[in-house]
């Protein structure tokens, strides 16, 4: 550090800047030193070894060796080094084997990165956090559907029953035509009920899906879609099953029904298609309409604010199967979603 102009621009860098020789430190500035929380004195004449942690000791001697012996001459990689406090500082290093007076030595710069690392664990971290809340909020809410699907059914479905065998009654009994007809009116009103009751502990949690399967499921629930909606429907292959564990083909189910339910709410199409392939490892669900189509990037910024949780939702159940939901979208152009997912080894009967 002969040179007086470089001598400062290398003490004042905000970089820091470190000269290893004999496994030794022969220099540092005072940004490098300070990363480890010493000054420049301090870090002058310190065995590199006593500098990183135990476990990071062998690592560093090798890639230190490495540049000596003329091996590799520069390398870059991020070290471990051990804070005077006993804390450890990950520090970006690019090191380059030089001469220094005379003899082989490493010149580099480092810039510490420990401030990155943590941001990057804790993301990581609280990501893994998120997806298990989301994972366990799907568990409770199917377990909850269940539940009300069941009551619904069983309670409000047999009460709605029992009315309509007392209606029927009624109108036997009497000779008035002014109560028939009024027993005939609450008969078909009746009629309606129930079925609305039976469509609502359907769609809460799909009976078909438990006994006929995920296929029959898709299509009975697309046959309702067709006779509700004006759309023209296609489902193709018009038959299929697929053996998925129960949790499986209800996350996959969801994702299907809540992509058509954005059909018949946002897309204003005429058409939708559904297609199902397969392959021995993975397969495909594709639910594509040709309807206003949307700004998927932009929407999301929009979807925050208004909080819409559809497309997250399926997002997340995509990532639960260990699969993608791929969304195709433009304005004017219709809208493809699809789901791709492996098919993982089910037991042979759905409990
Ligand atoms: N098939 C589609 N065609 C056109 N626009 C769509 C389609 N699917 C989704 N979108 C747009 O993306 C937005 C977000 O969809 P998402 O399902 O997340 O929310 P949502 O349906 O508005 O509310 P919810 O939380 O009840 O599902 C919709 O509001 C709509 O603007
Ligand atoms: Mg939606």
């Known amino acids: 550090m002969q040179s007086v102009p470089f001598r400062g621009i290398v003490e004042q860098s905000v970089a820091g800047i470190y000269i290893l020789q004999d496994e030794h430190f022969q220099y540092t500035n005072a940004t490098f030193a300070g990363m480890a929380g010493y000054s420049n004195d301090e870090v002058l004449g310190k065995p590199l070894r006593e500098c990183v942690p135990g476990y990071y000791v062998a690592e560093v001697m090798d ?41 082989p030595a490493v010149v580099g710069v480092g810039v510490n990165v420990s401030g990155q690392i943590q941001r990057d664990a804790e993301l990581l971290e609280s990501r893994h956090e998120y997806r298990e809340l989301a994972s366990r909020l799907n568990t409770m809410r199917e377990q909850q559907r269940a539940e009300y699907a069941r009551e619904v059914h069983d309670v409000l479905g047999g009460l709605l029953t029992s009315m309509k065998l007392d209606v029927g009654r009624i109108a036997r009994r009497s000779r008035s035509t002014a109560v028939r007809g009024i027993a005939a009116d609450l008969n078909a009103l009746l009629v309606e009920a129930i079925d609305n009751v039976r469509e609502l502990s359907e769609s809460m949690r799909p009976q078909a899906l438990d006994h006929l399967g995920l296929g029959a499921a898709i299509a009975a629930h697309l046959k309702r879609f067709r006779e509700r909606s004006e759309l023209r429907v296609s489902l193709q292959p018009p038959e299929f099953d697929i053996d998925l564990p129960r949790w499986r083909s209800i996350a996959v189910f969801r994702i299907f029904q809540e992509a058509l339910t954005n059909v018949a709410r946002h897309a204003r199409a005429s058409s939708v298609a559904v297609r199902f392939r397969r392959t021995d490892a993975a397969f495909w669900l594709e639910i594509e309409d040709d309807g206003v189509g949307f700004h998927t990037r932009a929407d999301a910024g929009l979807q925050a604010q208004r909080q819409s949780m559809g497309l997250i939702s399926m997002r997340e159940r995509a990532y639960e199967l260990g699969g993608t939901l791929t969304i195709d979208s433009a304005p004017h152009f219709g809208t493809r979603v699809v789901l791709q997912a492996p098919i993982v080894a089910s037991p042979l009967v759905r409990s």
């Open 63 to 103: 890639r230190y060796k490495r540049r000596i012996s003329g091996e590799v001459k520069s390398m870059h990689f991020v070290t471990h080094g051990l804070h005077r406090d006993g804390n450890v500082v990950h520090i970006d290093v690019h090191g380059q084997a030089m001469q220094f007076r005379g003899r």
